[in-house]
């Protein structure tokens, strides 16, 4: 079967295919973010509390604020403590704890010190409910303590709080006072500054040795310092992280769920015990999402437990086998989206390293048994500069594009500036135009596109590289180019009709994270909360700075071929701004001219042909390394292909 046949195959069978509704410009179909957690237990609103993730403190399992309260009022902090009357060490302790960061507001510059609150002899204190069955023994540290961390991270924790046998609920004041000395039962790390806090916590734990049970819900309310009448953490009035979401007009989530693989060549993919949440955690933040009208892409990830290794380098040694397992994976999710009728189901993300065409049939057994799961959208988020190897689009109903496009090589660029790096930008070698790329790739499947992720940092140069987080540095905190970038991606994409959306990254569950003083990728705080919020309404406000701004530029360009390296036919993508004569040619690598595949006047737009890997005679070339070159009235380029039989 040629390639002809097999395009003509696919479009009898999209005529029985449930076609994706279109819906486009600011009524874009996918109006998201990327809802992110790599923690258990934080899913699937947790405000601004958290629990810790240390090795050996491993008791309080989840952290969520609640209306089921033993105090007045209507909410408290529920800490779920799970085991601690077992013999495993790692259950003897746990920590939740909250940012205290400052955070001026949007209108005023920043001065992002991270280190604002100086509760130098202030006590803090709070209350906590203690279940029926707490125990431990007076002799020893054990119980309850509070805890602050300065800007630095060191620590300094209050006395213990122990707690006897009680033979009913009860209710016990704790306190911490933060000084230069540690209490009695307390603890402080070495060059602690009272003076630069940043986070306050709660400690459950006990002495190792030591018979103690505290496993149970408990509960904490009423948190307060000597400086404010009144609590400054009475978990009344807390925000949900999710609810903000429908407040600023989206409509989807990407709810993102994380297994690791040991190391870069390990052979098998697995969820880790305090990373990866649970199935129960999935479903319930799922069926928040829909009860609040926000539909949901299921995008699960996989990543190496060195936190270092990109998954799209990973190298299994055995492929075979890491397929199989991650055949699992998927399909596991993939049940869990069929169960709670999930709009779409990302089926990988930026496995640039297997998903070419040398593992195009392990990904057809793959999607078939997804398909035999679940009967919704699916898509694939490929890496920005890797998409175009993508293997299996064709088996996609979306496009999927994690976006991270550089946009300018200047520091702190204008706005008309990173609007034109959509369609020209230079990296020093080759000039790419963005749009032309991701319009050639729709043109040869016919699919709409959508950005899986796309973001950039709050800090100089975020459009040269916009995910490569510097090191903290309020010198180089920028949230007006995270704003005008944000802004020039509405711009240039509301128009384009194979465009259906995209997904920021990243949202987090707390609602106090980003503001001013934030370098992350995530808008909220900033003021690219605010032209998110406009571009995803249906007002006419979207574009809210420069709305002048010049047409955009159609440049010649030549597509990478498709598939690279391919063993019998290739598809080579150009794109014409003006009418021109056009040759288009095969050389070796030795310069002869191996294949002449056009020569003749061709109208402007794109154009696609197909190379059998045949020279002029029709014979089958030999495997390498091909040129292919091409010439207009208005310019040449050659790219490179490579041939395997």
């Not at 953490?233 to 407040?247: A, M, Q």
């Not at 998927?330 to 189901?345: C, F």
């Not at 898509?379 to 496009?399: E, L, P």
Request: proline residues 5%.
């Amino acid at each position: 079967m040629n390639r002809w046949q097999t395009f003509l195959i696919w479009g009898i069978a999209a005529l029985f295919t449930i076609i994706v509704p279109k819906t486009y410009g600011k009524d874009f179909r996918y109006k998201g973010v990327s809802y992110v957690s790599w923690t258990r237990g934080e899913y699937p609103y947790t405000y601004s509390w958290k629990a810790q993730t240390y090795w050996d403190s491993q008791a309080i399992t989840s952290v969520a604020v609640t209306s089921d309260n033993p105090f007045e009022g209507r909410g408290s902090l529920e800490l779920v403590v799970d085991s601690l009357c077992s013999l495993d060490p790692h259950r003897k302790n746990g920590e939740a704890f909250v940012d205290l960061i400052y955070y001026p507001p949007l209108w005023e510059p920043p001065f992002c010190n991270f280190a604002p609150l100086d509760m130098f002899g202030d006590t803090i204190s709070a209350m906590v409910y203690c279940p029926f069955g707490s125990h431990g023994i007076d002799s020893a540290p054990n119980g309850l303590q509070l805890f602050v961390k300065d800007h630095n991270g060191k620590s300094f924790y209050g006395s213990w709080n122990n707690i006897e046998w009680w033979e009913q609920d009860t209710c016990k004041k704790i306190i911490v006072v933060p000084d230069l000395v540690a209490p009695i039962w307390g603890y402080m790390d070495p060059g602690f500054d009272p003076t630069k806090i940043t986070s306050l916590g709660i400690k459950i734990g006990a002495n190792q040795n030591s018979p103690i049970c505290f496993s149970g819900i408990f509960y904490l309310d009423d948190v307060r310092w000597s400086n404010y009448y009144k609590p400054m953490y009475d978990f009344e009035n807390v925000e949900n992280s999710i609810d903000i979401l429908t407040r600023d007009s989206c409509n989807f989530v990407s709810l993102v769920v994380t297994w690791y693989m040991v190391s870069a060549t390990a052979n098998s993919i697995a969820p880790d015990i305090l990373k990866t949440h649970t199935d129960e955690e999935i479903i319930e933040t799922i069926e928040y999402l829909d009860s609040v009208g926000l539909g949901v892409m299921l995008k699960p990830h996989v990543d190496v437990k060195d936190d270092t290794t990109w998954r799209g380098e990973i190298d299994p040694t055995d492929k075979n086998a890491w397929f199989d397992s991650y055949a699992q994976f998927i399909t596991h999710y993939a049940q869990i989206a069929a169960l709670k009728e999930v709009d779409v189901l990302c089926i990988g993300t930026e496995l640039k390293s297997l998903s070419d065409s040398n593992y195009r049939s392990n990904w057809d057994e793959i999607i078939n048994l997804i398909k035999n799961e679940y009967n919704g959208i699916l898509t694939y988020a490929a890496h920005w500069y890797g998409f175009q190897n993508v293997s299996f689009w064709d088996k996609m109903d979306i496009i999927g594009i994690n976006a991270y496009f550089p946009l300018s090589n200047l520091k702190d660029p204008p706005i008309d500036s990173l609007i034109l790096g959509w369609t020209g930008y230079f990296d020093g070698e080759e000039m790419h135009n963005w749009i032309v790329y991701l319009e050639s790739l729709h043109n040869m499947f016919d699919k709409p596109i959508v950005f899986t992720e796309i973001g950039y940092g709050s800090y100089d140069y975020a459009a040269k590289e916009p995910r490569a987080l510097p090191e903290r540095d309020s010198s180089l905190i920028n949230c007006a180019l995270q704003a005008r970038c944000y802004e020039a991606a509405f711009k240039v994409l509301e128009c384009k009709d194979w465009f259906q959306g995209m997904f920021w990254w990243m949202w987090h569950p707390f609602s106090d994270a980003g503001g001013p003083c934030n370098l992350d990728l995530t808008p909220q705080n900033k003021p690219a909360e605010d032209i998110l919020r406009k571009c995803y309404s249906d007002s006419e406000s979207c574009v809210v700075v420069h709305k002048e701004t010049p047409n955009l530029p159609v440049d010649l360009y030549l597509m990478r071929n498709y598939p690279n390296p391919f063993n019998s036919e290739t598809i080579i993508n150009f794109n014409l701004p003006y009418n021109t004569h056009t040759l288009l040619q095969i050389f070796n690598i030795n310069g002869q001219i191996v294949r002449t595949l056009i020569n003749s006047d061709l109208s402007s737009g794109n154009h696609k042909i197909i190379w059998d890997g045949r020279n002029q005679k029709g014979q089958h070339v030999s495997s390498g390394i091909y040129l292919y070159f091409l010439k207009t009235d208005f310019g040449n380029l050659t790219r490179k292909m490579l041939l395997l039989r």
